[in-house]
């Protein structure tokens, strides 16, 4: 019941801010898909801030046999978080209509994701390391070729809403 009436609420303020002149020019379902991935994009941040500074104390932990740097951890913990938020803000708001249900729709999201980590390690080796490219620089770069592709992929591959012929 909770997460309906959230799933409402959200739905609402997304289409609230999709304004006439965006309406001509931006499709809703890609309106809500970027209003949703930034709403997750600020939760992941505020996230973060707050297991990296309060719960982790800005403190790397002792694991026995690893030690794992707060930053690192603060991360980890963070990703599992906002990769099921992502994942259900994606399914609910931005692709509610998607043909494909349930743990394929998970599973799908989940390889998009893994691809687009892999788009960010060897994009920021190829252009940091090998390129020379300032590394702000590349990782703007590098969002766009991700986020690029999340989008195309989220749409027709994991939550997509018509067959094939």
């Known amino acids: 019941m909770y997460f309906c009436g959230m799933r409402k609420a959200i739905t609402r303020l997304a289409d609230f801010f999709y304004i006439r002149p965006l ?3 931006v ?7 970027a209003f949703v991935g930034g ?7 505020v996230f973060y801030w707050f297991c990296y500074n309060f719960v982790l104390g800005q403190r790397d932990t002792d694991f026995g046999i690893v ?3 707060a930053p690192i951890l603060a991360f980890l913990v ?12 994606a399914r609910n708001i931005a692709f509610g ?11 799908r999201y989940a390889q998009v994701v893994a ?13 940091v390391g090998t390129l020379g490219v300032y590394p702000s620089i590349a990782n703007v770069m590098i969002q766009v070729v991700t986020v690029t592709f999340s989008y195309v992929a989220q749409r027709f591959y994991t939550f997509r809403t018509h067959r094939c012929p």
Not at 27 to 33: D, G, K, L, N
Not at 115 to 127: C, M, S, T
């Open 78 to 89: 963070t990703f599992v978080v906002t990769f099921f938020t992502g994942f259900y803000l």
């Open 115 to 127: 691809v687009n980590i892999a788009i960010n390690y060897f994009g920021l080796k190829l252009l």
């Open 39 to 45: 709403l997750n994009l600020l939760f992941n941040a």
């Open 27 to 33: 499709p809703q379902e890609t309106f809500r898909y």
């Open 67 to 69: 030690v794992v740097s």
């Open 23 to 25: 309406r001509r020019i």
């Open 97 to 107: 209509k998607s043909e494909v249900h349930g743990a394929k729709q998970l599973f």
